[in-house]
């Protein structure tokens, strides 16, 4: 353990570091670890969805729709059910969207505060609107929430989920609670599975407010490093009808990592009844989405099966870069007791804890070396982490020699941080 060591001990080996890290500085790299893209490599895997619709293709959908036409609000049948095998939903429960998932939950608090949810007063008319945050979490979720002034408070992630005694508390005992932000399965940033008990409390929620929803953002639903050993949640759809709550969950997904991000087809699965809700707002948007895209994709993969087939593929080239960062923080941190880490079954993130007050530091002595990261404190709504501590690490879009020389900068970083931060102490 680093805070083991004597002072003098630990300014030698500070000085060592800093000489090193002057090195490297002077290298001039130019490396980037922060936003969870695929690699180009991993988009090439979609070429061939350029070839399932060609000038002599049939366009018209199972459903009678000609594709290259206007209609079609919620998406053609075949869509549907491939994105009801994504989702594990019915095809009834799903409408399809464009391109970008997070747009559809940017539409759903965008709705809720103009048009209100159900019949419910318009969030935009009230005197406070709350969201629970699960944190560390996804910035871009709370981008969203705070673009509407929606206040956001934090909830604890443990290894089965959020805190679910708080999340109840809040939820039962205060009717400005009108969300909650969840990534179920290998979450952004910590790769966390929710387990069945913190689905089942989920569903079972007893919430104050009667349009509060669980915005339920399965976007990692099929994103498994080791497709032979896939970890597996319960159905949010299915155990909030048992419970008798059918209506609360919203639960979104897409194909932007499985083919094209931002160009791929998203959906949002819910109760017949939220369809419905969501419907008479959305026809006075759009008259339909994509159906191009939408045909392309239900043909390219079919069903459930032949997108596991190709998520095999992408895990083919993610596994490797995720063992180099195990490894690599393993090697160089292990046992220092000055940073802890997840080690995700799935997703795009690995989750790194600082010892208290040394992210921000980190980072930016990360930028100055040339290596960019997700900014410091990005995990937690209004970009502040309390603790000064989490940083996520995204491994997926550089090189496999990109990334081994950034996760060797990024650990020299943290020994060197964490020594002056023990000195100073
Ligand atoms: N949800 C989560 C948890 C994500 O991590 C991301 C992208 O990183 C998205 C949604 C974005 O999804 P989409 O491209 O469908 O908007």
């Not at 869509?79 to 399809?96: F, H, Q, R, S």
């Not at 997070?102 to 969030?123: C, F, Q, R």
Request: proline share 5%.
């Amino acid at each position: 353990m680093l805070m083991d060591q004597s002072r003098e001990e630990l300014k030698e080996q500070y000085a060592g570091l800093k000489a090193r890290y002057e090195e490297l500085k002077a290298q001039g790299l130019k490396l980037d670890i922060s936003r969870g893209k695929p690699s180009k490599e991993q988009l090439e895997l979609s070429m061939d969805l350029f070839t399932v619709l060609t000038p002599s293709s049939d366009m018209i959908s199972e459903d009678g729709v000609d594709t290259r036409n206007y209609g079609c609000l919620t998406g053609i049948l075949e869509a549907k059910k491939l994105l009801a095998d994504l989702l594990e939903a019915k095809p009834e429960n799903i409408i399809v969207f464009g391109g970008s998932s997070l747009n559809i939950m940017y539409d759903m608090v965008s709705k809720a505060y103009t048009h209100g949810i159900m019949g419910e007063t318009p969030w935009g008319k009230l005197p406070s609107v709350k969201f629970l945050c699960p944190v560390p979490g996804y910035d871009r979720h709370f981008s969203v929430t705070q673009a509407f002034g929606i206040e956001m408070i934090n909830v604890p992630m443990n290894d089965a989920g959020p805190d679910m005694d708080l999340v109840e508390r809040l939820v039962s005992e205060d009717e400005s609670v009108k969300g909650i932000w969840c990534v179920p399965k290998y979450s952004n940033p910590g790769g966390t599975v929710y387990s069945d008990e913190t689905v089942r409390r989920f569903a079972a929620l007893k919430p104050a407010a009667k349009d509060f929803r669980i915005f339920w953002d399965n976007a990692y639903n099929v994103h498994h490093l080791d497709v032979d050993r896939p970890r597996e949640i319960l159905n949010i759809l299915e155990e909030t009808e048992k419970a008798g709550n059918p209506n609360l969950v919203y639960e979104f997904g897409s194909f932007s990592k499985i083919t094209f991000p931002g160009s791929s087809v998203s959906a949002i699965a819910c109760s017949e009844a939220n369809v419905k809700d969501i419907t008479s707002v959305m026809q006075n948007q759009i008259i339909g989405h994509n159906k191009i895209t939408q045909l392309q994709h239900a043909r390219y993969f079919k069903d459930k099966a032949g997108i596991l087939d190709h998520m095999r593929k992408h895990a083919a080239i993610l596994k490797p870069k995720f063992d180099i960062v195990e490894e690599t923080l393993e090697k160089n941190l292990g046992g220092l007791g000055i940073g802890s880490w997840s080690h995700p079954e799935g997703g795009y993130f690995v989750s790194f804890n600082t010892l208290p007050g040394c992210a921000k530091e980190v980072v930016s002595l990360m930028k100055e070396a040339g290596v960019t990261m997700t900014g410091a404190g990005a995990t937690y709504p209004y970009k502040k982490d309390p603790e000064d501590s989490n940083i996520r690490i995204a491994p997926s879009y550089a090189t496999v020699e990109e990334l081994k020389k950034a996760i060797e900068i990024f650990t020299l970083v943290v020994r060197l941080v964490s020594t002056e931060k023990l000195l100073e102490n």
